[in-house]
């Protein structure tokens, strides 16, 4: 009977002695402390525990052996100074064949893409490469030296479905912005190095001989890879092919006749561009061997012309002139077709300071001129909707009075991907049914016709879109933008809609960087950590 009453009388003792370990010990959450405890109760204190031990440990897993060499190894570049230097990073195939040889997902996903599409030297598995720069800690910090670019690979046979999932990538090259921008040619130089260590072994092709893998099990097969696509925003794109970019006088490098002018849009007190020609049937569309061949002028040109010409040759052609670039890259050449691999990101054209946001503030101002209080309105009827728990978002709060002076200010709607895709449907049954039918006709239908394009790309790994109904639907939202009075206000994002259809013809899916956006939270977790920068 007493039992119970001495157990109480020791859990305030046992719980201060919790709390005094937790104290003695640096910052880390709740959480990871009371996984720690956990894990050390269970399986018991290891015997080396030294800060230099933990590093050692470190060092001794990432110095293990497979079937191509040490898993972490480094890539050659040159510095601005004319130096060479050694970047670390993972060997993309050693890292292959640790995540397939120790099982898990990759080994998973492997399997299941072998029996759907078993690989072949002629018909070898392709890869898609991602980069991004990403911010940990304060991204209004004066200098953050924490900001580094990361690069990430995936195999599209895997497909769409799988490559949503954050295991479906791996990331065998972090580097600090800051090292970045002393190399020259930065992300293009780097770019090129790291896909040489794939396509330009001294071991052989892995385009036409392969490379040999074993699973968990010891089975062996052999992997034919070649390259599939980039996939990136357009910062990225910019910085990884060496091309102007939205920002640009020629902004697109699938376009040869298309050319930007000055926009009616000022987002964050920044003027953007635009273009008159929004259909695909109005564009003179660039080849691989086209980009190639301007690749290579531009090489000639740099040495013919002068500094003042060259550089209005190069807004001319819409190319930066890189000789350590990718594209510049003679060693890549045979895997390289820059028109065929240039994927546009839908999720950053679209939700990222994009086409939504755009348009939803548009309208929002268009409603204003007629008074009507959008916003007051959708305060009351969002509150009302309970989201799937997936989408779990304060949509009601986007339109509180101060987001609605902060909307105004920025000239767009401020908000996540996340927010985004969740009040998109919400503001589109607002218009059909709350919004009398005689207001605002031209412009319900343009924000009706892209809410009908986000479906569409939605539903695209379901295999359930057509490229003809998505190409439809698209010059449909174009047309509905201009009976609205927006045309002159369609900056650059807008036109990377008209090549989604075909990106979506050629790949057989239209993957979106949202996967690589949360896969980023554990490269912020554990670059917010570090703190001798």
Excluded at 231 to 259: E, P, W
Excluded at 260 to 268: E, F, L, N, T
Excluded at 411 to 427: E, F, N, R, V
Excluded at 456 to 464: D, R, S, T
Aim: charged share 20%; net charge positive; with cysteine.
């Amino acid at each position: 009977a007493c039992r119970p009453r001495v157990a109480a009388m020791d859990r305030p003792a046992k719980l201060r002695k919790l709390n005094d370990l937790k104290q003695k010990v640096p910052h880390v959450t709740a959480s990871a402390f009371a996984s720690l405890v956990t894990e050390l109760k269970k399986e018991g204190l290891p015997d080396l525990a030294a800060r230099k031990h933990v590093r050692e440990a470190e060092e001794q897993e990432l110095a293990t052996e497979t079937r191509h060499g040490p898993l972490l190894a480094s890539l050659l570049v040159m510095t601005k100074a004319g130096t060479p230097k050694r970047i670390p990073a993972a060997d993309p195939l050693a890292l292959l064949d640790a995540c397939f040889s120790r099982g898990g997902a990759h080994e998973r996903l492997l399997h299941e893409a072998w029996k759907k599409h078993p690989c072949s030297p002629e018909k070898p598995w392709r890869l898609i490469v991602y980069a991004d720069e990403i911010t940990p800690g304060n991204v209004l910090a004066h200098e953050n030296l924490r900001r580094m670019w990361a690069f990430y690979l995936s195999i599209q046979e895997y497909g769409a479905v799988n490559l949503q999932q954050e295991g479906a990538w791996l990331c065998p090259l972090v580097v600090r912005s800051s090292e970045v921008a002393q190399i020259e040619s930065g992300v293009a130089q780097l770019a090129a190095a790291l896909l040489r260590s794939i396509f330009a072994r001294p071991a052989g092709d892995v385009k036409s001989a392969g490379a040999l893998f074993r699973d968990s099990q010891g089975s062996p097969f052999r992997l034919f890879l070649d390259l599939g696509f980039f996939l990136q925003d357009g910062g990225a794109h910019k910085s990884m092919l060496s091309i102007k970019g939205d920002a640009g006088s020629r902004f697109c490098l699938l376009c040869k006749n298309l050319y930007s002018k000055a926009s009616k849009s000022i987002v964050d007190n920044e003027e953007l561009l635009t273009c008159d020609m929004l259909t695909e049937s109005s564009l003179l569309l660039a080849t691989d061997a086209e980009i190639m061949d301007s690749v290579t002028r531009l090489g000639r040109k740099a040495s013919e012309l002068t500094k003042t010409d060259f550089d209005k040759w190069q807004q001319a052609v819409g190319m930066n002139y890189e000789p350590l670039g990718l594209l510049a890259d003679d060693r890549l050449r045979h895997v390289l077709a820059p028109a065929s691999q240039f994927v546009h990101d839908w999720a950053h054209c679209l939700l990222v300071h994009g086409v939504l946001q755009s348009l939803t503030w548009w309208l929002v101002e268009s409603a204003q001129d007629a008074s009507l209080d959008v916003p007051a309105a959708l305060r009351g009827f969002c509150a009302g909707w309970t989201l799937p728990v997936a989408y779990k978002r304060d949509v009601a709060g986007l339109w509180n009075a101060k987001r609605t002076v902060a909307n105004k200010k920025a000239g767009c709607l401020k908000c996540t991907a996340s927010d985004a895709l969740a009040m998109y449907p919400i503001l589109a049954y607002f218009l059909l049914v709350v919004v009398p039918q005689n207001d605002l006709c031209n412009e319900k239908k343009a924000f009706l016709a892209l809410a009908l394009v986000l479906d569409l790309i939605q539903a695209v790994p379901l295999h359930a879109v057509h490229p003809e109904t998505l190409r439809a639907a698209v010059e449909a939202f174009y047309s509905a933008v201009k009976a609205a009075g927006w045309e002159a206000r369609a900056h650059a994002k807008f036109h990377w809609m008209v090549h989604f259809a075909s990106h979506l013809q050629s790949k057989h899916m239209l993957p979106g960087c949202l996967v690589q956006e949360r896969k980023h939270r554990l490269l912020k977790r554990f670059g917010a950590d570090t703190q001798n920068t």
